[in-house]
């Protein structure tokens, strides 16, 4: 009768801590895929800078003049 006690109370041990172990397996899969992310987010930022700096270098080296609308 007391093995099968303990082997009861191993039993919901066990099964008490499993959804919790599965749980912090996946926090840290999220939280390492969460980081990959960021480092994506952060380079993609960068890309665009650039891209806005080259685009405002481009478009300041073909500026064009308009002529007056005044006739001069």
């Known amino acids: ?6 082997g009861a109370f191993l039993a ?3 099964v008490a801590t ?5 749980l912090t397996h996946t926090v840290a ?3 390492r ?3 990959v992310l960021q480092m994506r987010i952060l380079e993609r930022e ?3 800078n650039q891209l806005q700096a080259e685009l405002i270098l481009l478009m ?3 500026e064009v003049i308009s002529p ?3 006739g001069q």
């Open 1 to 6: 009768m007391r093995l099968v006690l303990i």
């Open 12 to 14: 919901i041990i066990l």
């Open 18 to 22: 499993l959804p919790m172990v599965r």
């Open 29 to 31: 899969n999220l939280s």
């Open 33 to 35: 895929e969460n980081r």
């Open 46 to 48: 960068q890309q665009l």
């Open 60 to 62: 300041s080296s073909r």
């Open 68 to 70: 007056r609308s005044d």
